[in-house]
């Protein structure tokens, strides 16, 4: 296992278009965490999925955004009609159930133009 | 308001010093992570704290949780140029499930 894997690593994109960012966890890991990273912050809270269920949404998450984890394996994160405060660095993270030491992916930096 | 508190946010310092960067908070926390990230990649978890007052060692690197488990320290002694990086503390409230991150302090070591 070579860890989190994310892709694409860049994506750039015109304003409203739709794009989506798929993420691999450690295939051991239970939990799967999304994050988002604008330049000079540290990471915010998206959603997180234990399994295949969706547990916990931040209000960041604007009704544009969607994130699936169909079989509890890899996980989907989906921005519709993308905006240019959308750009940022898309995180995902795994981790165990009883084990809140998450590792993280080597993100998706979106540039909206 | 940010959560946790992390100082300096910029540090530059020449090798061989030794500093101390601080990750404060009003709130408790079960446990407590300090990562680095380096330019367009992820973060890579350096530690977990898990108790009050604890202690961790790794090489050059010396990690404390606040005996009210609010706080953290991360002290570097005798940086090296390869230390550089952005340093982010990250901890997870009771009950929570979620890392809240500091804003990170951005480390420069020049030879």
């Known amino acids: 296992d070579t860890g989190v894997s994310q892709n694409p690593r860049h994506k750039i994109t015109k304003r409203g278009q739709n794009v989506t960012f798929r993420c691999d966890p450690i295939?051991?890991?239970?939990?799967l965490y999304w994050y988002r990273q604008t330049l000079g912050q540290g990471p915010e809270f998206l959603t997180y999925?234990?399994?295949?269920?969706?547990?916990?949404k931040s209000r960041l998450l604007s009704d544009r955004f969607s994130a699936e984890r169909p079989k509890g394996s890899f996980s989907t994160l989906e921005i519709q009609r993308t905006e240019q405060g959308d750009s940022a660095m898309y995180l995902c993270?795994?981790?165990?159930?009883?084990?809140?030491?998450?590792?993280f992916g080597q993100g998706t930096r979106l540039t909206v133009v | 308001t940010q959560l946790l508190e992390q100082s300096p946010q910029f540090l530059s310092i020449q090798e061989g010093e030794n500093l101390t960067v601080y990750c404060n908070s009003s709130?408790?926390?079960?446990?407590l992570q300090w990562y680095r990230q380096e330019p367009g990649e992820g973060p890579v978890l350096l530690v977990t704290?898990?108790?009050?007052?604890e202690v961790k060692k790794l090489k050059r690197l010396t990690f404390q949780f606040g005996d009210a488990r609010k706080d953290s320290s991360l002290h570097i002694t005798a940086a090296q140029t390869g230390d550089t990086g952005l340093y982010l503390c990250?901890?997870?409230?009771?009950?929570?499930?979620?890392?809240?991150f500091g804003q990170g302090t951005r480390l420069t070591i020049n030879p």
């Open positions: 295939s051991e890991h239970n939990r």
């Open positions: 990250a901890g997870v409230k009771w009950g929570a499930q979620k890392l809240v």
């Open positions: 993270a795994s981790s165990f159930v009883a084990n809140t030491e998450a590792f």
């Open positions: 709130s408790v926390f079960s446990s």
């Open positions: 704290v898990v108790t009050g007052g």
């Open positions: 999925f234990q399994n295949e269920a969706q547990l916990e």
